[in-house]
């Protein structure tokens, strides 16, 4: 039996809520990592998203050893999105260490809606809409002005950043962009396949995750040289990297990649206001109306339409209805 308009448009908007929740977690993360200076991006990276990745697999074992079969007939996506996944957070918090918290994370987080929408639209053909292109444009148009603000404001109390330094970091958070995409659009590929989401983001997450233990061997000494830098460790993985990719993964469930990472531009706003509220950073009246955008795009793409609830006009709706609904009765035919 066909699911009711009511039902589709409820689940997509606890799908928009998960990811929306998910994004203000990850916006912490830029400044959580302030309170560690003496632990590099890479080992920063590599104890949220490696030990994150491996508490989700551990978590989800149960469920991922009885869906081995249909896993490993997708094992190519599984390995691409495990790839991804142990390449993003390197190239993300280096990102933000070069080009600051707030442009770091605007520039790798909002590019990744258009690497989303053409891995879809090259891989599976999926046509945009014009809601989302809507959505995209407002949230993107956001995230530029965020950029520009935060190069307008790049004296800050630690002082200046190089040109040099900069564009480094602009160039990793793309990198960050497209492989946040890639992963996100190999989770809802196992998911739409019929992967349960739990057993989807463990495997994919924890095969990234193997692959990050030994960066994070590497480099994490840092992490245990007081109990301040452990700490964040702790938090980054636990906070940001499990809660929020479990919402993430129940999100991708009932939403497309692309509108996934569109509704994901939440994450630089918070990164923005936590880096001006927390850090100290300095955000001009531009930055704001990028923040205010990024909200308006928000907006688009998580209110409901009228379109979701129309009838089919095929038959009109019985005056009367009863329990008992009759064979090929349109399930959403009744108010």
């Known amino acids: 039996m066909t699911r009711p308009a009511g039902h589709a448009v409820g689940s997509a908007g606890a799908g928009a809520l998960c990811v929306l929740v998910a994004s203000v977690l990850w916006g912490t993360t830029g400044t959580a990592a302030t309170f560690a200076p003496a632990v590099g991006p890479l080992a920063t990276g590599a104890v949220a998203m490696g030990l994150g990745g491996l508490l989700q697999a551990l978590i989800a074992g149960p469920r991922i050893a009885r869906e081995a079969p249909g896993l490993r007939a997708q094992r190519g996506v599984v390995l691409l999105g495990a790839l991804a996944v142990g390449t993003y957070p390197l190239a993300f918090y280096t990102s933000m260490h070069l080009a600051g918290v ?3 994370t605007v520039v790798s987080i909002g590019s990744a809606p258009l690497a989303s929408a053409v891995i879809e639209r090259a891989v599976d053909g999926r046509r ?31 002082g200046a950043r190089s040109a040099g330094s900069t564009v480094l970091g602009v160039a990793l958070g793309l990198v960050a962009g497209f492989t946040y995409a890639l992963y996100s659009w190999a989770a809802h590929r196992l998911i739409s396949r019929g992967v349960t989401s739990r057993a989807a983001m463990g495997t994919v997450f924890g095969i990234g995750g193997l692959l990050l233990l030994p960066v994070l061997l590497a480099t994490g000494g840092p992490l245990l040289d ?47 206001v936590l880096a001006v509220l927390v850090v ?56």
């Open 102 to 104: 707030a442009a770091g």
């Open 128 to 158: 945009l809409t014009r809601r989302w292109m809507t959505g995209a444009a407002l949230g993107l148009a956001g995230t530029a002005l965020l950029c520009a603000a935060e190069a307008a404001g790049a004296h800050s109390a630690a």
């Open 226 to 272: 007081s109990w301040s830098n452990a700490a964040v460790g702790v938090y980054m993985a636990l906070v940001p990297m499990f809660i929020g990719y479990v919402l993430f993964g129940w999100g991708l469930a009932h939403v497309p990649a692309s509108t996934a990472t569109t509704l994901s531009l939440l994450e630089p706003a918070v990164a923005a």
């Open 280 to 335: 100290g950073e300095r955000l001009p009246a531009l930055g704001w109306v990028g923040v205010a955008l990024v909200v308006g795009c928000l907006a688009v793409l998580t209110l409901p339409t009228g379109t979701a609830r129309r009838r089919p006009r095929a038959e009109p709706a019985p005056a009367v209805v009863e329990p008992g609904q009759a064979p090929g009765e349109p399930a959403d035919a009744h108010p």
